[in-house]
Every structure is written in structure tokens, then in C-alpha cells.
């Protein structure tokens, strides 16, 4: 499975951003996909997930304001990234779990001004 990941950029703070990462390869076998960011310093970390049957989970840090969904038929899924903060300036990831692997998208930065 190869992930591509895009649709970040320089924003300020309380603008939106939607983040897209695309599938391809044996994307029959994708079951969980989600968002992690790392930040300057700091570890990667979760900041939404789905899974195939559409069950999603947020970091507390981005619940109310960012959402996640995939589109199945175009093996894509998206963060729809609202009210943005500056704390969450990182690196966005792609990753996906497929018959027991992990896979990951080489990221796409946001950057949050104040």
C-alpha cells in the first residue's frame, strides 16, 4: 500500500485546512487508516482514526474542531482541520493498517500562525 498525503500549508490561527491522503496498491486489504503529527521536538502522535466500518476516535486536543472521513470508492481519506491553533503546527502522517501491516505517507506540514 503507497500513501500520499496533501493539502498543507501556512495558515493562521482559526482558518481551516483539509488534509488528503491517497491509497493505492492492494487498498482491498485497508481496514483502520488514520492522521498522526509530529511536531518540532516532540513524538509522533494520534490525532484521528477510522475504521472501515466508519468508527472514528480523536486526541483530545482536536476533538470539536477536526474530523475525519474516507471516501472507500476513492481510496482516499481526509482531516477537515478547523479553528487551527498554533500548537498544531507539525508534520500530518498518513497511516494505514492492512492485514496486519502498518503503512506510512511520507507527510505534508502544516504550519499555524499566530
Known amino acids: 500500500v503507497q500513501l500520499v498525503e496533501s493539502g498543507g500549508g501556512l495558515v493562521q490561527a482559526g482558518n481551516s485546512l483539509r488534509l488528503s491522503c491517497v491509497a493505492s496498491?492492494?487498498?482491498?486489504?485497508?481496514?483502520?487508516m488514520g492522521w498522526y503529527r509530529q511536531a518540532p521536538g516532540k513524538q509522533r502522535e494520534l490525532v484521528a482514526r477510522?475504521?472501515?466500518?466508519?468508527?472514528?476516535n480523536y486526541a483530545d486536543s482536536v476533538k470539536g474542531r477536526f474530523t475525519i472521513s474516507r471516501d472507500n470508492a476513492k481510496n482516499t481519506m481526509y482531516l477537515q482541520m478547523n479553528s487551527l491553533k498554533p500548537e498544531d503546527t507539525a508534520v500530518y502522517y498518513c497511516?494505514?493498517?492492512?492485514?496486519?501491516?502498518?503503512?506510512w505517507g511520507k507527510g505534508t506540514l502544516v504550519t499555524v500562525s499566530s
Open positions: 496498491g492492494s487498498t482491498f486489504s485497508i481496514n483502520a
Open positions: 497511516n494505514v493498517l492492512a492485514v496486519g501491516k502498518v503503512y
Open positions: 477510522i475504521t472501515s466500518g466508519g468508527s472514528t
